[in-house]
Structures are given as structure tokens and as C-alpha cells.
């Protein structure tokens, strides 16, 4: 059973349209992280959130964390080639302190 | 994750040998974590160490990995007796501190290939 269920799990859209990313869980989690992934290198973190009901904007991206904070959503405005990537979601339980629990992640893919 | 050094990044073994990944963590930060991602796989924790301490291995396998972070030196994840299994990306990563919400910084990997 996956403690972070991401979906969708890969996304194929054309520049230009928006797009919206889910991360959820039944359990509860200090802080959530999102992550870009390059084939080849490691995750790069876009943000962290911790905050029940935090939004967060970064250029196009939003994210956002749920009010009971057990899920996330991260919102892609106008996406561009440049966006494609993995992308991952992961949690930190509260009992667990910094250790990451990772989703699946979502590939996505912008046409031009 | 710029500051985060792993090495080598990538490494062929056969099956049998000995593989041992090094981990440089950002300047200030104490707190190492390792993870692995197996192929079309999500990353999946193994060990969380402090400066001679490990603090949570409950993600490592129970036979043939062992992790340290000595008091001088980097991070090492040592593989014993490899099998094609073990083939993976390794992942390290570091924070500042261990609390909850804390970010964590991770490496470029090291790409494990067993023959």
C-alpha cells in the first residue's frame, strides 16, 4: 500500500494548457515537499510546505496543502516544454522527523 | 540540490563484489539521508544518520548494506556481495537539522549497475 498516492502517474498536454498535479494520503504530515526530477540526476526541491491550508506560488506553479494536511496539489498555469519532468510529492509523518515518505511521482510531458 | 556531492556517480560491479557509494553533505549540515530508487520505482528511504550515529535504518535492507557517517570524512553506503538486484539509483541527501518541516537537500546519485 502506497502511504502517498500521486496521480496522475504520467500527463502528455500541449504548451500552453494548465495542468494540476494530486498528491494524497489518510495520514497526517508535518511538512510536504515537491520535487522535480531530470533523467539522470536527483530530485530538485521547488517547495516545502507546512502549514495546513498553505498556498505557495512559484512563477506558474502553485501549490497548495490540504487544511488537515493529507494531501497537496501542485497547479502547472500556461506549461511550457521546459516543464517536463517528474514530479514528485513526499511527506514527512510526524513521528518519522525529517525521514521522506515519496508518491510514485507523475511524468509529465508538454508537447510545443 | 546544489552542494550535496555524491560519488562515483556511476558504478558497475559484478555480481559478487563490493560497491561503496560516497556522500558529501551541504556545509553545515549534520543530518544524512540515503535513499534508493529502483527502475519506473519511487524513491524509497533506507538509512537516516548523524555524525557517528544512525539515527533510523529501518528502510535498510537486513543483510549486506551497511551505512556509517564517520566524525571526519563523507557518508558511505556499502553494498557486500551485489547481486542484480541492487542495481539502482542511490540518493543521498541532507539537512541542518532533524525536525519535522526541516527541507532536505538531495545529491545527483550514483547509478549502480550490476553485471
Known amino acids: 500500500t502506497q502511504l502517498l498516492e500521486q496521480s496522475p502517474q504520467f500527463l502528455s498536454i500541449q504548451e500552453g494548457e494548465n495542468l494540476t498535479v494530486y498528491c494524497n494520503s489518510s495520514?497526517?504530515?508535518?511538512?510536504l515537499q515537491w520535487y522535480r526530477q531530470e533523467p539522470g540526476e536527483g530530485p530538485v526541491l521547488l517547495v516545502t510546505?507546512?502549514?495546513?491550508?498553505e498556498v505557495k506560488k512559484l512563477k506558474r506553479l502553485t501549490f497548495q496543502f490540504g487544511d488537515a494536511r493529507k494531501d497537496s496539489s501542485l497547479h502547472i498555469t500556461a506549461a511550457q516544454p521546459g516543464d517536463t519532468g517528474l514530479y514528485l510529492c513526499a511527506g514527512a509523518l510526524e513521528t518519522s522527523g525529517s525521514r521522506l515518505t515519496f508518491g510514485e511521482g507523475t511524468q509529465l510531458t508538454v508537447n510545443p | 540540490n546544489a552542494g550535496v556531492m555524491q560519488n562515483p556517480r556511476h558504478l558497475v560491479r559484478r555480481r559478487g563484489q563490493e560497491a561503496r557509494l560516497r556522500c558529501s553533505p551541504m556545509?553545515?549540515?549534520?543530518?544524512v539521508y540515503w535513499y534508493r530508487q529502483l527502475p519506473e520505482e519511487g524513491l524509497k528511504f533506507m538509512v537516516y544518520?548523524?555524525?557517528?550515529?544512525?539515527?533510523?535504518e529501518s528502510g535498510m535492507p537486513k543483510e549486506r548494506f551497511s551505512a556509517e557517517f564517520p566524525k571526519e570524512g563523507p557518508s558511505i553506503l556499502r553494498i557486500q556481495q551485489v547481486v542484480r538486484g541492487d542495481s539502482a539509483a542511490y540518493f543521498c541527501?541532507?539537512?541542518?537539522?532533524?525536525?519535522?518541516?526541516?527541507?532536505?537537500?538531495f545529491g545527483e546519485g550514483s547509478w549502480l549497475t550490476v553485471v
Open positions: 541527501a541532507s539537512s541542518r537539522y532533524r525536525a519535522s518541516g526541516n527541507t532536505i537537500y
Open positions: 544518520l548523524q555524525k557517528e550515529n544512525i539515527i533510523d
Open positions: 495520514s497526517v504530515f508535518s511538512s
Open positions: 556545509k553545515g549540515h549534520s543530518h
Open positions: 510546505v507546512v502549514t495546513g491550508g
